[in-house]
């Protein structure tokens, strides 16, 4: 087709076809929205330590503490005045061993702060992030013998991490360690404990990222040798990513979930298409600090940006989305 048969077919179509009659007001535009981010679609994170009357802000991720029990429960009863539903736990022990002990452990600091929260909100879903990292000496996700993390030998203190959290009352297990098989170990763990009913929300594709790293803070969590390559997934694999997700279904996860957020966005396109479970995505702490970071120095507009950004994963195909912002969400969409 030429350049003037190309003109002619478009201006066919004009004015007829205007399309920004519909943009044309704040309600028009409300009328046309296709995408919509809701307040109980988001899922606030907390990181938990243990001791009596402790809020430590966390350098990296302004507005973001390590918290007590007891401190922790008044942000919690804030977060239920905003509006928000769901919360998931990161606990940080104060020892920890080759074992993971404070992981699995019926006193575990996970575990205590699900209690109280189950016991004065129970309203509230309580998400437990099922990982070792955060309780083992040496900070990787598994057993580890001669500088290799065990994949078969990590999965029975997996489970028992899992059925150890259900037993405290979590609504939802959410491993995140990335090893081959656990989702299948957790489920038939919960399974024969009698938590047939507890759902698994299953860390599938957790890339490798460099944008965890304000989490390594947090969660006092960084490794003492290597990396995370092993296990956590090549960012330059998006195949693959579906194989995992793959995976985690046929073993019984009940949702997905891709980790980070947005620099994958393509893959939660990608696993809306490839299933009908609920998939979940993660804004994790390095996209939440590089927010922070340029709103405080006044390049952008945080509220505006921070929409746009969680309205994005939404619209990619995201069901559920673990936020940083959930709480300046819930002010704004009040």
Not at 90 to 98: C, H, L, S, V
Not at 186 to 198: E, K, P, T, Y
Not at 274 to 297: D, F, H, Q, R, W
Not at 307 to 313: A, F, K, N, S
Request: hydrophobic fraction near 45%; charged fraction near 25%.
């Amino acid at each position: 087709m030429t350049t003037l048969t190309r003109q002619s077919a478009s201006s066919a179509t004009f004015p007829k076809v205007r399309l920004r009659r519909m943009r044309s007001s704040a309600t028009l535009r409300e009328l046309a929205r296709e995408t919509h981010l809701r307040l109980e679609k988001l899922i606030y994170p907390l990181f938990v330590v243990e001791g009596d009357g402790i809020k430590k802000p966390i350098g990296a991720m302004p507005g973001i503490h390590q918290q007590s029990v007891d401190e922790m429960m008044k942000e919690v009863e804030q977060a239920v005045a905003e509006g928000l539903k769901s919360l998931i736990l990161f606990g940080i022990p104060a020892e920890k061993d080759n074992q993971a002990t404070g992981a699995w452990s019926a006193d575990g600091i996970v575990q205590k702060a699900t209690r109280e929260i189950k016991k004065n909100f129970p309203q509230l879903a309580v998400v437990a992030d099922t990982c070792l990292c955060e309780y083992m000496d040496h900070g990787h996700c598994g057993i580890v013998a001669d500088g290799h993390i065990l994949n078969d030998a990590s999965l029975s203190i997996i489970a028992r991490t899992a059925v150890s959290q259900a037993e405290a009352g979590a609504d939802i297990i959410a491993p995140s360690d990335m090893m081959d098989g656990r989702v299948g170990a957790i489920r038939r763990a919960l399974d024969d404990a009698g938590f047939d009913h507890v759902p698994i929300m299953a860390y599938s594709a957790k890339f490798a990222s460099a944008l965890y790293g304000p989490f390594r803070e947090a969660a006092q969590s960084a490794p003492q040798f290597g990396d995370r390559t092993t296990y956590q997934m090549d960012p330059a694999n998006g195949r693959e990513a579906l194989r995992e997700i793959e995976q985690d279904i046929a073993e019984g996860a009940d949702i997905v979930m891709i980790k980070p957020a947005l620099p994958y966005l393509d893959l939660v396109s990608q696993a809306r298409m490839l299933t009908k479970l609920p998939i979940a995505a993660y804004n994790v702490s390095g996209e939440y600090s590089m927010v922070k970071a340029a709103a405080a120095n006044g390049w952008i507009d945080e509220k505006r940006v921070v929409l746009e950004c969680l309205t994005g994963i939404v619209r990619a195909g995201a069901d559920l989305i673990i936020t940083y912002h959930a709480r300046d969400v819930a002010g704004w969409l009040a």
